[in-house]
C-alpha cells in the first residue's frame, strides 16, 4: 500500500507563489512515477505534472515554464513549485503515486491518490 498527504495549499494573490508537498508512505520502492492533478469546479481532472523515479519529468501545456515538479532525495516527498499563478489555477491539487508489482514481463500496477489541497488565486 501507499499514503499520500498533501500540504501546501490556501489562498494567494494572481501573480504570486506557491509550493505544494505530497509526503509519500508505504511500499515507496515500488513506486516508478508520481503525479499532482487538479480540478476545478466543474470540470474533469486533469493532469499537471509528472515525475518518474528516474526524475523525467512531464508537464501539462497550460503550466510549463511556471510550475516545477520535484522530489526530495529520498523519493519520500514531491512538491509543486507554482510561480506566476493566475485565477484559472484555481483548483484541487491532487498527489498520485502510480505503483508496480512484479517483474519486468509480468506485474501489475495500481494507483493512490492523496486527498487532495485546495489551491485558490485571487484576481
Known amino acids: 500500500q501507499v499514503q499520500l498527504m498533501e500540504s501546501g495549499g490556501g489562498l494567494v494573490q494572481a501573480g504570486g507563489s506557491m509550493r505544494l508537498s505530497c509526503a509519500v508512505s508505504?511500499?515507496?520502492?515500488?513506486?516508478?512515477?508520481m503525479g499532482w492533478y487538479r480540478q476545478a469546479p466543474g470540470k474533469q481532472r486533469e493532469l499537471v505534472a509528472t515525475?518518474?523515479?528516474?526524475?523525467?519529468?512531464t508537464y501539462a501545456d497550460s503550466v510549463k515554464g511556471r510550475f516545477t515538479i520535484s522530489t526530495d532525495n529520498a523519493k519520500t516527498t514531491v512538491f509543486l513549485q507554482m510561480i506566476s499563478l493566475k485565477p484559472e489555477d484555481t483548483a484541487v491539487y491532487y498527489c498520485?503515486?502510480?505503483?508496480?508489482?512484479?517483474?519486468?514481463?509480468?506485474?501489475?500496477?495500481?494507483?493512490?491518490w492523496g486527498q487532495g489541497t485546495q489551491v485558490t488565486v485571487s484576481s
Open positions: 515525475i518518474t523515479t528516474g526524475d523525467s519529468t
Open positions: 498520485r503515486a502510480d505503483r508496480r508489482i512484479g517483474t519486468s514481463t509480468y506485474y501489475r500496477t495500481y494507483d493512490y
Open positions: 508505504g511500499s515507496i520502492r515500488e513506486i516508478y512515477l
